[in-house]
C-alpha cells in the first residue's frame, strides 16, 4: 500500500517540506564494501559515444526547418532605451522575425550589462547576428549601483539578511584565552561550462512545445515554461540527452529558452537560442563575490569559545542569498556562534548556483581563520579540528545520519606528516608548505525521484527515468545498481534517460544530490523487476520462491539447480517485466551531511610571487561509493576547479562603467593540464547506515569546498603570509609576503 | 569547383567564403562530432587536423585548407587512443572530448611515447572545464596498453 508522509527536502543547502508517497517495501542496506558491480570501477557506459563525437548535444540538434536567434543585450549596466528600431534589422537578409522590449523577458530598463533587451530569428545565426547588430537604440545611461558595501549601507538587499545566532557571542568572548578577526574576500567566477546555455523550440499547434535544452534538470524546465505559456505540463516534453556541463548554471530554462519559444511561436518554426561563449561570460550566471568579516575565539587548549561573522555577497541584480555563513554554523561544535548574511542587489548579473554555492566561499573564509588561530596558540591546525569535532548538527540539536570525518582526519595524518621533509626542500627563492582545510555540506538528496526497470525476452534490462547525466556519469552509477540488484552483469543494463515524455519524474541534477535521491529509486526498481523473476521462475522450476536468487545472469536456486535468465523472460517472447520504484524519505529528526579535509602542497616563489601546488589529497566521506572510477574523477574535476578559483580565475568589471572586461577564455582563466597538481583521492566509502537502501550521499560539490582554504594555509605555512583574498594573484602573494615582513615574528605574538 | 579532403574522402567546397572550417563541416556536412566551445581561438575544442597538424577549425576559413587532408574526430573513431579516453575514464561532460582525442592522436602520431611533460604541452591548448586532465594524461600514456 502507498503510505502519504510529509518530509523534508534540502536542494543546495535550502530546505522546505513537502507530502510525499512511499511504497510500503523497505530494502535492506546491502553489506558494506564493494560488491559484484556496486563499488567497483565502471567506464562510463555512455563514454564511447561521447568520445567519438557520436553523442548529440543540444548544440548538435538540427531540426527540419529551423531557425537562429540571437539576442540584442544591453551595453550598459543600468540604462533605459529612449528608442528603438528595428526597421532595417526586419529587413536584413534571411530574418523571419524581430522581438522588441515589449515582449518578455526582454526590456526596455536593462539592469546590468548583458540584459536581454530585443531578440531576431533567422535562417543563419550569422544572418540572426548581423541583424541584431543594425537594430539602433537610443540609450539613456544610468548611474549603476556596482559596490556590495554600499548597497548594504543602503539596504539594497536581494533579499531580508538572514542572521542566525546560537548562545552568546558576548559569553564567548569574554572566556576566550585568544581571539583572532579577520577579513577575507572571494571574488566573481563564471562557469563557463564548455557548452554554453541553449535551447531548441518547437510548437506543435499552439499548446504543445518541445524544448529541447542543455539542462541539469528537465522537470524543472518543464514545470517553469508550462507555468509561463500556461500549458498543462503534460504539453511540454523537454528533451536533454547529452549535456555539456552546467555546475549550478543550468537549473532553470532561462530568457534564452523563453526568447527561441516566443520566436517559434511568432514564425511556426522551430527556434535555436544559444549563447555565445562571450554571452555566456556576461549573463548565465556566477559564483558571487563575497566579503567576510570574521572572529573567532579559543580557550587556551584550543576550544572554541565563539564564531561570529559578517558576510556581504554581491548577489547581482537578482538571485538568492547563498549560504556563506553556512560553513561557520555546521563545522565544528561551538556553542556560540553568529552569523549574519547579506545579499546585495547591484546593476550586475545575476548569481546562480556554482559548485557548493556559499559554501566554497564560506570554507575559504573559515578554515583560514582557523588556522591563523592554530598559529596564534600554538596547536597543530589539525589537532586544533579535531579538539573542536562536533558530534551532532549544532544548529537543531541533531543528530548526523553518519559522519565519518575523524576517519578523514585519520587518514590525512601521513600526508599532514611530510610538512617538515616538505619544507625542508624550500630554498632561497621558493619556500615550501603543507595546509589542510575540512569541509561540510549537504548531498543526501531526497524524494521524490522515480524510476521504471524493464526486463525484456532477451534477458537485457532497461533502467527508465527523465533524470539527466550532466557528465557526472551518473548514468553508468545507475546502470551499476541495477545491474547488481538483477544478478546481471553491467553491460545488460541499459540506461534511457533525459526525456520528460519517455521517463517518470526524477531530481534535479545539482545539490550533489542525483546519486543519493535516484540511486535508491533504481535500486527499488530493478528489486520490484527481480520479485517478479523469483516469481515466475518458482512456478517454472517448480521452487519454493525463497531459495531462489538472480546472479551472474543466472536464477540460482540453493539445492544447485540454475537456469539462465533468458529461460525465463524468453517465455514472455515479446512480454516485459516491468519494475517501479520510488525514493524514500531521508531518515527522521537526523541532520545528513558529506565531510572530507583536503591537505595541499605548495611551492611559492617569494620573488615573484608564483604559487604552484604540488599535490592535494582529498578524503572525502559520502557514504557507500558505487563507482570508484567515476568518483575519482568527480573529486579531481571539483578540485581543478577550486585550483581555478584559488589562483587564476577572476571576472573583472570596469569598477566605473560595470562592464565585464573578462567575456572570452584568454581573459578569463580557467586552468589547463599544465595547471594540474598530483591529486591523490580517498574516500572512506562506508555506507550511511540511516540513508535510503544505499546509503550513499552526493559527492558533485564536496570536493570544490575545502581546496582554496588548503592551498591559502599551504601558503601561510610555507611562507608565513596570510593570504585573504581571492584569487591569490601575484599581487595578492606580494602584497601578503611584505605585509609579513612588516610584522614582527609569529612566535612573538603569538597567545 | 575547388575541392578538400576530409576523412579521406573528397568534397566539392561549395561554402560562400569567409565560412569557418568548423562552421563547414559541422552545418554543411553535419559533421557535429568537431564542437565549438568558444569560436574565436580560445579553447581548443573545434580541433581537427590538417595534413596531420592540428588546428582550430574556428578561425580556420575552409577555403585556406583547399586540397589539403582535413582529419576530424569522426575519422579517429577506430583509433585506440578513443578507448583509451574510455577506459581511463578520462572524460565527463565529453564536450571538449573529441578535440583532446584529435590533439592527443596528432601528438602520438609524432612522439608515440609522450612524456608527462610533453602532453602537458601539447594539450593545454586543449580547455576543460570539468576538470578531467590527470585522466587525459593517463589516457594518453597508456594509449598502446
Ligand atoms: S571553438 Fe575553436 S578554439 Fe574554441
Ligand atoms: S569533459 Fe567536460 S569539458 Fe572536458
Not at chain 1, 38 to 51: S, T
Not at chain 1, 149 to 156: F, G, K, M, Q, T
Not at chain 1, 300 to 329: K, Q
Not at chain 1, 375 to 403: C, G, M, Q, W, Y
Request: proline share 6%; net charge negative.
Amino acid at each position: 500500500m502507498a503510505r502519504l508522509i510529509r518530509t523534508e527536502k534540502e536542494v543546495e543547502g535550502r530546505y522546505t517540506e513537502q507530502w510525499i508517497v512511499v511504497d510500503e517495501d523497505v530494502l535492506e542496506q546491502w553489506p558494506a564494501g564493494p560488491l559484484e558491480t556496486v563499488g567497483r570501477p565502471v567506464p562510463r557506459a555512455d563514454g564511447g559515444q561521447r568520445a567519438r563525437g557520436e553523442a548529440r548535444y543540444t548544440a548538435d540538434i538540427k531540426l527540419p526547418g529551423m531557425l537562429h536567434a540571437a539576442i540584442l543585450r544591453s551595453p550598459h549596466a543600468k540604462a533605459r532605451v529612449r528608442r528603438i528600431d528595428t526597421g532595417r534589422a526586419r529587413r536584413a537578409p534571411g530574418v523571419r522575425a524581430v522581438l522588441g522590449p515589449e515582449t518578455g523577458p526582454l526590456t526596455d530598463e536593462p539592469p546590468y550589462e548583458g540584459a536581454p533587451v530585443a531578440a531576431v530569428a533567422a535562417e543563419t545565426s550569422e544572418q540572426a547576428r548581423t541583424a541584431v547588430s543594425l537594430i539602433e537604440v537610443e540609450w539613456e545611461r544610468l548611474e549603476p549601483l556596482l559596490d556590495p558595501e554600499e548597497a548594504v549601507r543602503r539596504n539594497e538587499l536581494i533579499d531580508e539578511p538572514n542572521r542566525e545566532e546560537r548562545g552568546e557571542v558576548e559569553r564567548g568572548l569574554a572566556e576566550s584565552d585568544a581571539v583572532v578577526e579577520a577579513e577575507y574576500r572571494t571574488q566573481t567566477v563564471l562557469h563557463n561550462s564548455m557548452e554554453t546555455h541553449q535551447a531548441i523550440c518547437e510548437w506543435d499547434g499552439d499548446d504543445r512545445l518541445t524544448v529541447y535544452i542543455s539542462t541539469q534538470f528537465i522537470w524543472g524546465v518543464r514545470e517553469e515554461v508550462a507555468k509561463r505559456f500556461g500549458l498543462p505540463e503534460d504539453h511540454v516534453r523537454v528533451v536533454c540527452r547529452f549535456m555539456g556541463g552546467g555546475f549550478g548554471s543550468k537549473n532553470g530554462p532561462g530568457d534564452y529558452t523563453y526568447v527561441a519559444a516566443e520566436l517559434a511561436r511568432a514564425t511556426g518554426r522551430p527556434v535555436k537560442c544559444a549563447l555565445t561563449r562571450r554571452e555566456e561570460n556576461l549573463d548565465s550566471g556566477n559564483r558571487n563575490s563575497t566579503i567576510q568579516r570574521l572572529r573567532v575565539g579559543a580557550r587556551s587548549d584550543g576550544t572554541l569559545t565563539f564564531l561570529d561573522g559578517e558576510f556581504v555577497n554581491a548577489t547581482g541584480w537578482d538571485g538568492w542569498l547563498a549560504s556563506t555563513g553556512g560553513p561557520m554554523r555546521l563545522l565544528y561544535a561551538c556553542e556560540n556562534v553568529r552569523t549574519v548574511e547579506y545579499g546585495a542587489k547591484l546593476n550586475t548579473p545575476p548569481m546562480a548556483a556554482f559548485r557548493a554555492p556559499g559554501f566554497v566561499e564560506g570554507t575559504f573564509g573559515l578554515e583560514c581563520l582557523l588556522d591563523e588561530l592554530a598559529a596564534k596558540l600554538e596547536i597543530d591546525p589539525l589537532e586544533l579540528r579535531r579538539r573542536n569535532h562536533s558530534t551532532h548538527d549544532a544548529v537543531d540539536e541533531r543528530p548526523f545520519s553518519s559522519k565519518q570525518l575523524l576517519e578523514c582526519y585519520r587518514r590525512a595524518e601521513p600526508h599532514w606528516e611530510r610538512r617538515d621533509e616538505v619544507r625542508a626542500r624550500s630554498d632561497a627563492t621558493w619556500k615550501r608548505g603543507v595546509g589542510l582545510a575540512s569541509q561540510v555540506w549537504y548531498g543526501g538528496g531526497g524524494p521524490p525521484s522515480y524510476a521504471w526497470v524493464r526486463i525484456g525476452g532477451d534477458g537485457r534490462a532497461a533502467v527508465i527515468t527523465g533524470m539527466q547525466d550532466i557528465g557526472t556519469g551518473s548514468a553508468t552509477a545507475m546502470a551499476q545498481i541495477a545491474a547488481e540488484e538483477l544478478g546481471l552483469p553491467v553491460d545488460r543494463i541499459e540506461v534511457a534517460l533525459g526525456d520528460s515524455a519517455r521517463g517518470p519524474y526524477a531530481t534535479i541534477s545539482a545539490g550533489s544530490s542525483t546519486i543519493p535521491s535516484m540511486g535508491p529509486a533504481v535500486r527499488a526498481a530493478a528489486a520490484d523487476a527481480a520479485r517478479q523473476l523469483i516469481e515466475i521462475a518458482a512456478q517454472r522450476y517448480d521452487r519454493e520462491e525463497r531459495v531462489l536468487s538472480l546472479k551472474n545472469g543466472q536464477i540460482v536456486s540453493s539445492d544447485g539447480g540454475s537456469w539462465p535468465l533468458e529461460e525465463i523472460t524468453g517465455l514472455l517472447e515479446s512480454g516485459q517485466i516491468l519494475g517501479k520504484g520510488s525514493r524514500g524519505p531521508n531518515p527522521t529528526g537526523m541532520r545528513v551531511l558529506t565531510f572530507g579535509v583536503q591537505v595541499a602542497e605548495v611551492a611559492v616563489d617569494v620573488e615573484t610571487g608564483e604559487v604552484v601546488v604540488e599535490k592535494i589529497v582529498a578524503i572525502h566521506d559520502v557514504g557507500r561509493v558505487i563507482n570508484p572510477l567515476g568518483a575519482s574523477s568527480q573529486v579531481e574535476g571539483g578540485i581543478i576547479q577550486g585550483l581555478g578559483h584559488t589562483l587564476s580565475e577572476e571576472r573583472l568589471l570596469d569598477p566605473s562603467t560595470g562592464g565585464n572586461l573578462t567575456q572570452t577564455l584568454d581573459a578569463y582563466k580557467i586552468p589547463t593540464i599544465a595547471d594540474v597538481p598530483e591529486i591523490v583521492t580517498d574516500l572512506v566509502d562506508v555506507p550511511d547506515e540511516h540513508l535510503t537502501n544505499l546509503g550513499s550521499k552526493g559527492l558533485g560539490e564536496p570536493p570544490i569546498i575545502p581546496t582554496a582554504a588548503a592551498i591559502a594555509n599551504a601558503i601561510r605555512d610555507a611562507t608565513g603570509a596570510d593570504v585573504r583574498s581571492l584569487p591569490i594573484t601575484r599581487e595578492e602573494m606580494l602584497r601578503a609576503l611584505r605585509e609579513a615582513s612588516r610584522q614582527p615574528a609569529r612566535e612573538e605574538v603569538g597567545a | 569547383m575547388p575541392e578538400l579532403s576530409i576523412n579521406g574522402e573528397r568534397h566539392e567546397l561549395a561554402a560562400s567564403v569567409g565560412t569557418s572550417l568548423a562552421h563547414y563541416l559541422r552545418e554543411d556536412l553535419g559533421l557535429t562530432g568537431t564542437k565549438i566551445a568558444c569560436n574565436e581561438g580560445h579553447c581548443g575544442a573545434c580541433t581537427v587536423q590538417v595534413d596531420g597538424v592540428p588546428i582550430l577549425s574556428c578561425i580556420t576559413l575552409v577555403h585556406t585548407v583547399e586540397d589539403r587532408e582535413v582529419t576530424t574526430i569522426e575519422g579517429l573513431r577506430d583509433h585506440p587512443m578513443v578507448n583509451s579516453f574510455v577506459r581511463s575514464d578520462a572524460l565527463q561532460c565529453g564536450f571538449c572530448t573529441p578535440g583532446q582525442i584529435v590533439s592527443a592522436t596528432a601528438l602520438v602520431a609524432a612522439i608515440p611515447r609522450p612524456s608527462s611533460e610533453e602532453i602537458k604541452h601539447a594539450m593545454s591548448g586543449n580547455l576543460c572545464r570539468c576538470g578531467a586532465y590527470p585522466k587525459i594524461e593517463e589516457a594518453i600514456s597508456t594509449w598502446q596498453d
